[in-house]
């Protein structure tokens, strides 16, 4: 058993702010499987978890975060104690600013409302000033 998580890449950011408190991920991967690039970034205790779920050959440009557009999806997981809860983005976006497929590095901004998909809880998270720079190869 660990209580922290090992560091990555020091080329590797993902930030962002979670109801106005800073949000630095230690442990960031990112990964393609089957046409769907996964990006995740978690604190190094693990109890905070942000991800993005985007098509690997995802250009530049803006998208929209939510459940009208399946292909583009925000996250947060919050773990406490022996439970954690997982919110999906509601309404926000994701932007696109470069995707080498060459280097295997994408660029981009996001930010986005988080909700209970269960619709379990009412409490929402607001994510915002979203910056990731990952490496997704192999």
């Known amino acids: ?10 080329k590797d950011t993902l930030l962002a702010s ?6 630095t991920a230690i442990n960031i991967q990112a990964a393609t499987t089957s046409g769907q690039m996964t990006i995740i970034g978690a604190t190094s205790d693990g109890t905070q978890s942000i ?9 530049p440009g803006t998208y929209t975060l939510g459940p009208a557009n399946p292909s583009y999806l925000g996250a947060y997981t919050l773990i406490g104690g022996s439970s954690s809860t997982g919110f999906v983005s509601s ?4 932007t696109i600013t470069a995707n080498n497929t060459g280097t295997s590095r994408i ?12 619709g379990t809880t009412t409490t929402t998270h607001a994510i915002a000033s979203g910056v ?4 997704y190869g192999q």
């Not at 991800?51 to 250009?59: E, M």
């Not at 309404?91 to 994701?94: H, N, R």
């Not at 990731?132 to 490496?135: A, H, L, R, W």
């Open 51 to 59: 991800g993005l779920l985007l098509p690997a050959n995802a250009a």
């Open 132 to 135: 990731f720079s990952v490496y």
């Open 91 to 94: 309404t926000g976006s994701v």
């Open 107 to 118: 660029k981009g901004t996001f930010q986005f409302t988080a909700v209970d998909p269960t």
């Open 18 to 23: 979670i109801d106005g408190k800073a949000f």
């Open 1 to 10: 058993y660990v209580t922290s998580l090992p560091s990555t890449s020091a």
